[in-house]
């Protein structure tokens, strides 16, 4: 079992709707969770993290953490085609703590 | 100002060479890393370092060699390249080693070894 994982995609979202991303870790101590956001050709850059359960929204963004199902999600309202970009879940794993492991990402597009 | 630039942006090479990618951060922090992306997308961290000193060594061969002068600097040096080393290479650096701090990315180093 991978330590983070994500559906890799692609997911495609019409513009306006919510695109739902969702990661799932196997590391039951984690402490801190991470989502990235990769426009293709470029590096990532971080758009929202998340240490409690429950939900942390940022604007058009909200998180989602579930730690009894090992569950994290991304809600991304109001998709815009700006939003079209590859997705990166990473996790503090409670061993190894000083480091990010990152899921394999999902493609997400957003179709005008 | 550039916060995390590496260079080259990128890298065309032959199998059994040796090449190096320096990377540099103006950001005054503290912990800088090594990232490999593969074709697939997958980021794992390769090595990291907090004020010159390794912490992070992810089970990287021997062939890949960190080197970091000062904490503003992060360099890598890769020997004997092979086919498997081909990969999008990332410099990274966040303000010290509480990882939940936010980590800078480079532009990245498109490595291709033919």
């Known amino acids: 079992q991978k330590e983070v994982e994500q559906n890799s995609g692609p997911l495609s979202v019409p513009e306006g709707a919510i695109a739902s991303l969702n990661c799932t870790y196997s590391?039951?101590?984690?402490?801190?969770f991470f989502w990235y956001r990769q426009y293709s050709g470029k590096s990532p850059e971080l758009i929202m993290f998340?240490?409690?359960?429950g939900d942390k929204e940022d604007g058009r963004f909200t998180a989602q953490l579930n730690k009894a199902s090992q569950y994290v999600s991304l809600l991304i309202r109001d998709s815009q085609p700006s939003d079209s970009a590859t997705y990166l879940c990473?996790?503090?794993?409670?061993?190894?703590?000083?480091?990010?492991?990152f899921g394999q990402g999902t493609r997400l597009t957003i179709n005008p | 100002d550039t916060a995390v630039s590496q260079t080259p942006k990128y890298l065309v090479t032959q199998m059994g060479n040796d090449k190096s990618i320096k990377c540099e951060q103006n950001?005054?922090?503290?912990?800088m890393y090594w990232y490999k992306q593969d074709s697939k997308k997958f980021l794992k961290i390769m090595f990291s370092?907090?004020?010159?000193?390794?912490?992070i060594n992810e089970t990287v061969p021997n062939r890949f060699s960190p080197k970091s002068p000062d904490k503003a600097h992060l360099n890598l040096h890769i020997n004997s390249l092979e086919l498997g080393d081909s990969a999008v290479y990332f410099c990274?650096?966040?303000?010290?080693?509480?990882?939940?701090?936010?980590?800078?990315f480079g532009p990245g180093t498109r490595l291709t070894v033919t």
């Open positions: 950001l005054g922090h503290d912990t």
């Open positions: 590391d039951r101590g984690s402490q801190s």
């Open positions: 990473a996790v503090n794993p409670l061993q190894g703590a000083q480091k990010l492991v």
């Open positions: 990274a650096s966040s303000q010290d080693l509480a990882v939940p701090y936010e980590q800078y």
């Open positions: 370092y907090n004020n010159k000193e390794l912490i």
């Open positions: 998340i240490y409690s359960n």
